[in-house]
């Protein structure tokens, strides 16, 4: 059973920052690719970023590109977001997902229903 499990979430003021973990246990953490979510009340689950099985390819959504960066450390079986410049529009609860991949180890998915497992959530709040 693979378990993922979210953590850094909190309040924040516009202009902080933040950092996520995701820690997956229960199979090999060099299997799959990661990818950070988010989803806001009444919104659909967004894709914020991913990272691909090699940790050679990263991707952002336009949202975010240039405050945020992904990184994989397949030591600690952990995927981290660090979000910088924090807005009121980044509020939302952050999910984490894993897709297994086989050998594409470049590969990046977009979208939620390609994901294989998710975490439980993290809230994140930006106030002004």
């Known amino acids: 059973q693979v378990q993922l499990v979210e953590s850094g979430g909190g309040l924040v003021q516009v202009g902080g920052s933040l950092r996520l973990s995701c820690t997956i246990s229960?199979?090999?953490?060099?299997?799959?690719?990661m990818g950070w979510f988010r989803q806001g009340p009444g919104k659909e689950r967004d894709f914020v970023a991913g990272v691909s099985v090699s940790g050679d390819n990263k991707y952002y959504a336009d949202s975010v590109e240039g405050r945020c960066t992904i990184s994989r450390d397949d030591a600690k079986n952990t995927v981290s977001l660090q979000m910088n410049s924090l807005k009121p529009e980044d509020t939302a609860v952050y999910y984490c997902g894993a897709i297994a991949v086989g050998g594409s180890y470049s590969y990046i998915a977009l979208l939620p229903r390609e994901y294989n497992y998710w975490g439980q959530g993290t809230p994140v709040t930006v106030s002004s």
């Open positions: 229960g199979r090999s953490f060099r299997s799959y690719a």
